[in-house]
């Protein structure tokens, strides 16, 4: 039997994990958060495990495992995805990569300036990208992310060095 103290660290705990993850409007799911942030649903993908959202903005999502969706551009997921939110904008975002041309940006920050103008951008800290607000709108299915095999890696370094080899 624990002793009454110990009892009340662990209720006192408990409580505090609950209250961290239930933002206070009784929202019950991170895609509502977004909607009442001025935020499109589909800015996260299908497979939130969990969340924790604080009184700051801060927050951190949990996905079942990292994936990528497709939209206009893909979009790669880390197992867990941080940031600030306010109304209208993630800001010091990170777990989330946008794919440009073949090559993988980290996106910064996500913001809807003008809800109406239909837009949305991703700021991969170089560059500002814009896109159309409306193929955010519903959670995607999200793919796991396939990690090439060390063989596959080896066979196309040898490739490629064959490659230069023959053109010098």
Not at 93 to 106: H, K, T
Request: proline residues 4%; contains cysteine.
């Amino acid at each position: 039997m624990l002793p009454f103290s110990n009892f009340l660290i662990l209720f006192s705990t408990l409580f505090f994990i609950a209250s961290a993850a239930y933002d206070g409007t009784g929202t019950s799911s991170i895609y509502e958060v977004l909607k009442l942030h001025g935020l499109p649903m589909g800015l996260l993908p299908k497979g939130v495990k969990d969340f924790i959202l604080d009184n700051s903005g801060k927050f951190v999502v949990h996905l079942d495992r990292a994936c990528i969706a497709k939209f206009e551009n893909e979009l790669q997921y880390d197992r867990n995805i941080s940031g600030t939110l306010r109304y209208g904008q993630i800001d010091k975002l990170s777990g989330i990569s946008a794919q440009d041309l073949f090559l993988w940006f980290p996106v910064k920050e996500i913001r809807v300036d003008i809800p109406s103008s239909g837009l949305i951008y991703f700021d991969v800290g170089v560059v500002s990208k814009q896109f159309s607000l409306s193929s955010f709108e519903t959670p995607r299915d999200c793919l796991a992310v396939q990690h090439p095999d060390l063989q596959d890696g080896r066979h196309i370094a040898q490739s490629v060095s064959k490659v230069i080899y023959y053109h010098f």
